[in-house]
């Protein structure tokens, strides 16, 4: 799509994957929980929340509280299930303070039969900033689909999905300071056209996933590809594996390779990822390689609260040499079922020169 406004909304479809997905630690491995599923209908974790995922976003809060028995039985037999989210951020540097929406999200769920569901996800993008107002997107533009996907539950160990939704790499990470996966990207978007298979089993778990441009992507960007994770369970507390991708688009050439670690005992836990992407581009056959990291660890002394500290990198070779790393400290509590708030300090270190920002967010779910 040629004209400014695809541009613009599509940028922001693309920032604002970084903010979704609702708050679905994966520090819950010190909890003993290896794998989404249990708490989401989707197996990649984020989105809509199963009863039992309502039931424990119930009592991890300050202001906790059991469901209901009404409550209870409506949802086990619900056939239509909807929620609402949205997050809001004041971001401050020493020269810039800015306090807009990062996203408002609607969240469905249809379930047809026992076998066949559909999910979706109707998204408002945020207002662009810096943009002349002659080329900023109407409210209408702004809106998009995020999640629009078909799903066939075989059964307890296998599931397909088929439609328009973000791929299954990475740790899942939710929050907005995440930038691993964007740089591993560069540029081209993580909600594809894509068929998903998911696999589990007692001491592993499997997807693998073809995709297609979306249907709002640029052309020079539309990248098409496959690619699959592997997770292994060490023990109840530690999961590991590789992921890998191939993509190709009309110019470039990706290549991904990476590995993937989350570790969980009592108040601590660990989540790290590290990643190496070739890319080859293909009218000078120029090639560059880029690394990308991610640690994070945390301490959570309640249920409601944790203390985390994130390192996170990028680093590229050749005509593109560039490195980049980020610090964070933050603090983030979940005071009732349906808000959470998070402050973050931020240390960005580019090349040479020195960045530090301050941000607050805070994070409604309703369902």
């Known amino acids: 799509m040629k004209s400014s406004f695809a541009l613009i909304v599509f940028a922001w479809i693309s920032i604002s994957f970084n903010s979704q997905d609702a708050y679905a630690y994966p520090t819950y491995i010190r909890l003993g929980y290896n794998s989404c599923i249990g708490c989401h209908y989707n197996p990649a974790g984020g989105g809509m929340l199963t009863p039992y995922g309502k039931g424990i976003?119930?009592?991890?809060?300050?202001?906790?509280?059991?469901?209901?028995?009404?409550?209870?039985?409506?949802?086990s037999h619900a056939k239509y299930?909807?929620?609402?989210?949205?997050?809001?951020?004041?971001y401050k540097t020493p020269t810039k303070n800015r306090i807009f929406p990062m996203e408002a999200?609607?969240?469905?769920?249809?379930?047809f039969s026992k076998e066949w569901k559909v999910n979706l996800s109707v998204d408002v993008a945020p207002r662009p900033d810096n943009v002349d107002p002659k080329d900023a997107p109407k409210d209408y533009q702004r809106v998009y689909a995020?999640?629009?996907?078909?799903?066939?539950?075989?059964?307890?160990?296998?599931?397909?999905?088929?439609?328009?939704?973000?791929?299954?790499?990475?740790?899942?990470?939710?929050?907005?300071?995440?930038?691993?996966?964007?740089?591993?990207?560069?540029q081209i978007t993580d909600i594809p056209i894509n068929f998903r298979s998911?696999?589990?089993?007692?001491k592993y778990t499997l997807n693998y996933f073809l995709y297609l441009p979306h249907y709002l992507e640029l052309k020079?960007?539309?990248?098409?590809?496959?690619?699959?994770?592997?997770?292994?369970?060490?023990?109840?507390?530690?999961?590991?594996?590789?992921?890998?991708?191939?993509?190709?688009?009309?110019?470039?050439?990706?290549?991904?390779?990476?590995?993937?670690?989350?570790?969980?005992?009592?108040e601590y836990s660990y989540l790290g990822e590290a990643n190496y992407t070739h890319r080859k581009i293909n009218p000078d056959h120029n090639q560059f390689g880029q690394w990308t990291y991610y640690n994070q660890f945390t301490y959570h002394p309640n249920d409601w609260f944790n203390i985390a500290y994130a390192f996170q990198g990028i680093k590229k070779d050749r005509d593109f040499e560039s490195s980049e790393t980020r610090h964070?400290?933050?603090?983030?509590?979940?005071?009732?079922?349906?808000?959470?708030?998070?402050?973050?300090?931020?240390?960005?270190?580019?090349?040479?020169?020195?960045e530090v920002s301050h941000l607050l967010q805070g994070f409604i779910q309703w369902w």
């Open 57 to 75: 976003s119930s009592t991890q809060s300050l202001k906790s509280s059991e469901l209901s028995d009404e409550e209870e039985e409506k949802l």
């Open 81 to 90: 299930l909807q929620a609402f989210q949205a997050r809001i951020l004041d």
């Open 105 to 111: 999200e609607y969240l469905a769920r249809m379930d």
């Open 146 to 186: 995020r999640i629009a996907e078909v799903n066939y539950y075989q059964n307890n160990n296998h599931s397909y999905f088929l439609g328009i939704s973000p791929l299954p790499l990475g740790l899942g990470l939710v929050d907005h300071t995440d930038f691993v996966r964007a740089n591993n990207r560069l």
């Open 198 to 202: 998911f696999g589990f089993f007692e």
């Open 220 to 266: 020079g960007n539309q990248e098409k590809g496959l690619g699959g994770q592997f997770w292994y369970l060490w023990n109840k507390n530690i999961s590991f594996g590789p992921q890998v991708l191939v993509g190709k688009t009309d110019t470039i050439k990706r290549e991904l390779v990476g590995v993937l670690l989350k570790a969980g005992l009592n």
């Open 328 to 354: 964070s400290l933050m603090f983030q509590g979940k005071l009732f079922r349906a808000f959470t708030l998070m402050y973050e300090s931020r240390l960005r270190h580019v090349n040479s020169s020195n």
